[in-house]
């Protein structure tokens, strides 16, 4: 009978180290998200409505800020339309078919991810600047780019080029090309062929992509203060207003244009890990 409880008595101090060792991975793990989220987060809410909500609202809708906050989401939403067409277009090139280069430009497109934002923005300006060849015939021929919106919004396509193709690729190599010839040997054209057996497919990691992509340009600053130019209400962006409302000392208007931009991320964010989700759970039915 001892020797049993003798043996017993280890086990159990196992098992409560163990516990104990949860609980300290919970609470490291807890202590470093409220550290690195939820205090600066904290601190933007506290300031941006330090004066009460009517002055919130002030701050937002204040000519100069609610322009710029207009002009990035409509830019966000016509990048995200954009990157969602040749993004997809660019998937099915890459899954679909063999070319010389595939590699190289399989690789190319994760490099946005690498270069610096800012090495984005002065890249493009080197190409499209007035000083550029390229950007020097296009201004002789009317047609500005660099410290324009149009510059807005190569800058944004840019480095946000990889997320649809990320996201719709790996679905375009589940779906098996004999369903594709199966539809072209049934007299169906290419496109009947795309909107009735890849578009349904692919439309969730389409959709996962664009948004995404949306939420990246929300929050866009290392390119777009170098080819914007930055001028209030013409090509002063949300992130680059907050920037200036800093160096100006004002961070109750900075922090309540952040509020905005980060209730936009958060909601869009949410709504990527919704679809997510049930995209698991029904591959997880289907299994």
């Known amino acids: 009978m001892s020797a049993n409880v003798e043996s017993a008595a280890p086990a159990t101090r196992s098992l409560a180290s163990r516990g104990m060792g949860k609980i300290g991975l919970r609470g490291a793990a807890i202590i470093y998200l409220a550290f690195m989220i939820a205090l600066p987060l904290s601190a ?30 409509i830019s966000s939403v016509i990048v995200s339309l ?7 277009l660019t998937a099915y090139v890459i899954v679909r078919y063999q070319f010389a280069g ?26 499209y600047g007035p000083q550029g060849t390229l950007g020097a015939w296009l201004m002789a021929h009317g047609i500005q780019i660099i410290f ?9 396509l840019l480095v946000t080029y990889p997320f649809v193709i990320r996201a719709v690729q790996p679905v375009l190599m589940e ?8 539809a072209y040997t049934l007299g169906a054209s290419k496109w009947t062929t795309f909107a009735r057996i890849i578009l349904p497919n692919i439309t969730r990691a389409l959709v996962t ?32 207003f907050i920037y200036g409302q800093i ?9 309540a244009i952040s509020i905005v931009l980060l209730a936009l991320s958060f909601a869009l964010i949410l709504l990527v890990e919704w679809i997510q989700s049930r995209q698991r759970s029904e591959q997880h039915v289907a299994a």
């Open 44 to 73: 933007i809410v506290k300031n941006g409505f330090a004066g009460g909500l009517r002055v919130f609202w002030n701050d937002v809708l204040n000519p100069v800020a609610f322009a710029a906050l207009k002009l990035t989401v």
């Open 82 to 88: 954009i990157n969602a067409l040749m993004g997809t």
């Open 102 to 127: 595939k590699r190289v430009l399989n690789s190319l497109i994760d490099m946005p991810f690498a270069i610096p934002t800012l090495v984005t923005g002065v890249m493009l300006v080197a190409l």
């Open 148 to 156: 324009a919106k149009p510059g807005i919004v190569l800058a944004l």
């Open 175 to 182: 779906i098996e090309a004999s369903q594709e010839e199966a």
């Open 209 to 240: 992509g664009s948004l995404l992509t949306f939420a990246r340009s929300l929050g866009e600053f290392g390119s777009i203060v170098v080819v914007a130019g930055n001028i209030p209400g013409r090509t002063l962006t949300a992130p680059v």
């Open 247 to 255: 160096e100006s000392q004002n961070q109750r208007s900075a922090s």
